[in-house]
Each structure stands twice: as C-alpha cells, then as structure tokens.
C-alpha cells in the first residue's frame, strides 16, 4: 500500500477552523523550516512514501465578492511556496518523497522544467509534480495570465507537460556531461539539443538549463477528476489523486482510469489511484469521539463557504437557495460539484443544499465510507475495505487537525497498518527514487511507449 500525507504551507491546511485545535503546530509552524524538518524525520520515521503540498495562486475572493471571509478564516492565506522548503526536509531525510503542486495556467512551461530538475537533483531524485490547472480566477489580477476556459486549460496542460518532458527527457542526452579537464569540455554540445517547440500555447526553443537529474522527469502526480481531468490523468499521470465517495462506488471509476490509460497505450499498472481521505483517529473510541467533538466546535462555517465558493467559481451568496447548482455556469473545478453528485446521484442540488451541506459541521463518524476516522483497528479495516472493493493503490491522508493528525498517523495508524502487514516497516534501500518506491527498483525515468528516452539512457 502507498502512503501519502496532504498538507499545505498555510496555518490550516484543507479544514477550516482546525488551527484553533490547542497545541496544534501548524498554524505557525506552516512559515517555519524547523516545522517542516521535523515532520519529515517524522514521516520518514513511519516509512511514509511521500509529504504532498497542495498550492494555490490567488485569493478565495469568490464568496459575498471579496477575499476579506477567506483571509479572516485562513483559507489557504497565508501561504507560503511549499518548493523552498524542500531542500531543507530533502537533506534532514534520505527516503521521503516530496510532491509539490505547480500549476500549468499560471507558469511557464521552461520554468517549471528548471524548477523540477533542480529539485530532482537536490533530493536525489524524491521529487513530484502535482499537475494543476488551476481554479482561481483571482490570479490573473495578479499579472499571473489569462483565466482560460476548463477544457482549454487542460489542453494547454495537455501542450505544457510535453514541452516540459521534451525538455526534461530529450535535450540531454545521460552522458552529454564528460567533464574532460584535458579537453576542456565540460558538456559535449553534441549531446545536447533543442527542443524547437512551436504549438498553440508555447513556443520554445530550448535547450533545457539543467543537465540530467536521477529521475528527469519528476513523478507526475494528478487531482482533478472531470471527464476531461481524468483523461488528461489516462494520458499523463503516474499518481492520480482521486476523491471517491466510498469503497463500492469507487471501483468502477479507478477500473475507467486504468482502461483510459491502456487506451492511451499505458500500462495500467503504471498508474497509481489513491484515495484522498481525512483521517481522525484516536487512541480509543472515546479519544476519538472527543477529537471528532472538538471538530465540530471548532468548524468554521464561513471559512469552509469560502473555500467551495472558490473551488466552484460560483458566489452561493448571490443565488436564491432554490436555484439548482447545474443551472449555474463556471469554468472552474468540476471535481467539487461532482463529489456532491455521486454521494447522492439522483438529487437534483440546489444553491440551498450545497450551503448547507459545506457551512455545517458534520462529525465524523466511523461509519461515513469516505472518512477514515476511529481507533486505529476501526480505520485500518476501511483502509482495507477501500483496498479490496475500490481496488485503490493506497491514500493521500489528510490528516486532522493538521499537525496533531500527522502524530496520529505516524504513531497510532501506521504501527496498526504494520501489524497487520500491509505497510513495508522499513524503506527498500534498493529503491533510490520516488518512482522506484511507486513502480519498483530500476524505474527512475518515465516510461512512455512512445518515447524512447530508456534507450538514450544506455
Ligand atoms: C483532491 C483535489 C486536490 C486538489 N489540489 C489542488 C491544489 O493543491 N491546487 C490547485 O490549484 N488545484 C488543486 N486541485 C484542482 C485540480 O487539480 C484541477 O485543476 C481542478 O480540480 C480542475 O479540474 P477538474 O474540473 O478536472 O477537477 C485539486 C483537486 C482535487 C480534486
């Protein structure tokens, strides 16, 4: 089974009003580098296979209009660049994986190259990209580009990642770097090429600034899940961040993408699926009903308004509550709304419903399929109701509250998961990068049947 764990360098990372939970670290620890080493050798200790950032551009400034509920409420601002830290964790660790998100509407594709081959090279080939479009109008009044379109921003994501692989992949060869010191030559020109892009969004020429690193390419993970994310995922995604709504209802969408992948003349076992999941857990049922209480209190209404409003582009302020959501245009994720369809596909929902349903706190409770919450034993057996019946790879945790709920993953689930022997008790030391720990031992670069970067590679 492979482990992720989800946070974000911001005070209250995906549950609004958590970092009011007493003695949770991450409200000021999210801006504090010995923060996040300390989690690292945490995780590490626990044998996670990676930490995931999610990353925003903009403001949640969608809801009543205005970012003023979002930055009272801390939704995802402040926040800082999850990229800068990475080399710190990646050098107080030596087997933990880094995912971070960058977004492909709101750089440029030779940036993020450089960018990812530079942190390739100073974890030693640990590092992710979760490929985003990207949600928030509010970049663009930041000089950031254009807001586009949902389907035109996955085909420039489409133009983007392969400008990015080209670069990563094609313009240097494995040996290009000689170091002669008789010669001096440092890198054979001839093994280093252009990569003469010329498409609809990108034009360029190349080469790539960085020689090559342990992976090249860096492992692609990926989270939306509209009909055209999911085919972008089939085409590209090695990791496919999926938010199922239970373990019955899941296995059919995981079996679609791995047929989209093998349609996209993949192996499908090259496609990771896991679920992303909260996870609350306690010591005993008492400890976790308390954490669950302490949950609900601390809920914060507005702040969770806010943060759908933006997900959706739509202000559930503006509308009367009987107006149904699907009456409503948006260009923004297709994901949010969809979740909502499928735990109750024959609903039609309302402006009303959806308020309702995101502005109330909702206790976990062990028998909600889509949360992990419980004893340890009580999450372990969804872990694996949602192995067996989803057929998943694994999780993305997201753990609540933030800092505390990495302790109880790392202290109280994992030692359970290990028990029971579905999670390794040591890292593979065979296993050098992240993509070996996903795909095995040998896998550092990307394959893809239709590039022929393996035989360069010697
Ligand atoms: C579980 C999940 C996590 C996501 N995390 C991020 C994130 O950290 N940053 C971001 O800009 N977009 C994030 N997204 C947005 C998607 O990657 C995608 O760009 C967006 O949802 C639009 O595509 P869709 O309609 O296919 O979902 C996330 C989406 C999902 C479903």
New binding site residues.
């Given amino acids: 089974m492979h482990l992720n764990v989800f946070t974000?360098c911001s005070p209250s990372p995906q549950f609004k009003g958590m970092w009011r939970v007493p003695g949770d670290r991450t409200a000021t620890g999210y801006r504090s580098l010995e923060y996040w080493i300390s989690r690292a050798r945490q995780l590490e200790a626990a044998c996670i296979d990676a930490l995931f950032?999610?990353?925003?551009?903009g403001v949640y400034d969608v809801y009543r209009g205005s970012w003023a509920p979002a930055v009272r409420h801390a939704v995802q601002i402040p926040s800082i660049d999850p990229a800068l830290l990475l080399s710190a964790a990646a050098a107080a660790t030596r087997h933990l994986g880094f995912a971070i998100?960058y977004?492909t509407t709101y750089h440029s594709p030779y940036e993020c190259a450089r960018l990812f081959s530079s942190l390739d090279h100073l974890t030693g080939g640990r590092v992710g990209w979760?490929?985003?479009?990207?949600?928030?109008r509010s970049a663009t009044a930041n000089g950031l580009g254009e807001y586009l379109d949902?389907d035109d921003?996955?085909d420039r994501a489409d133009e983007y990642v392969q400008v990015a692989r080209a670069l990563w992949e094609d313009s240097w060869d494995a040996d290009a770097v000689v170091r002669d010191v008789e010669r001096d030559i440092f890198t054979d020109p001839d093994r280093v090429r252009q990569v003469d892009h010329e498409g609809r969004w990108f034009t360029v020429r190349g080469p790539h600034q960085c020689e090559p690193s342990p992976q090249r390419t860096p492992v692609l993970y990926?989270?939306?899940?509209?009909p055209?994310?999911?085919e972008?995922a089939a085409r590209h995604a090695e990791v496919v961040?999926?938010?199922l709504a239970d373990p019955a209802a899941g296995r059919e969408p995981v079996a679609a993408l791995r047929a989209a992948a093998a349609r996209h003349g993949r192996d499908p076992s090259m496609v990771k699926a896991l679920q992303?999941t909260m996870v609350m857990v306690g010591r005993d049922r008492a400890e976790a009903k308390a954490k669950a209480e302490a949950y609900n209190t601390l809920w914060s209404s507005e702040g969770q308004l806010a943060k759908w409003c933006g997900?959706m582009d739509i202000d559930l302020a503006a509308f009367p509550d009987d107006t149904p959501v699907d009456e409503i245009r948006s260009q923004?994720?297709?994901?949010?709304l969809?979740?909502l369809r499928k735990l109750t596909p024959d609903r039609t929902w309302t402006v009303g419903d959806v308020k309702y349903l995101v502005s109330r706190p909702r206790r976990p409770r062990v028998e909600a399929p889509v949360t992990l919450f419980g004893t340890p034993e009580q999450v372990a057996d969804r872990m694996e109701q949602w192995l067996t019946v989803a057929d998943v790879d694994g999780f993305?945790l997201i753990p609540c509250p933030p800092s505390d709920g990495i302790d109880d993953i790392c202290d109280l689930l994992v030692p359970e998961l290990q028990r029971r022997g579905l999670f390794r008790t040591a890292y593979d030391p065979a296993e050098a990068t992240l993509r070996e720990r996903y795909f095995g031992t040998g896998v550092r670069t990307y394959r893809d049947p239709a590039r022929t970067v393996a035989a360069r590679e010697g």
Wanted: aromatic content about 20%; overall charge positive.
């Fill in positions: 974000q950032f999610a990353d925003i551009h998100t977004s979760n490929i985003v479009t990207s949600y928030l949902h921003r996955y990926q989270a939306g899940s509209s055209r994310g999911i972008f961040f999926l938010t992303g997900w923004a994720s297709q994901s949010f969809g979740f993305n």
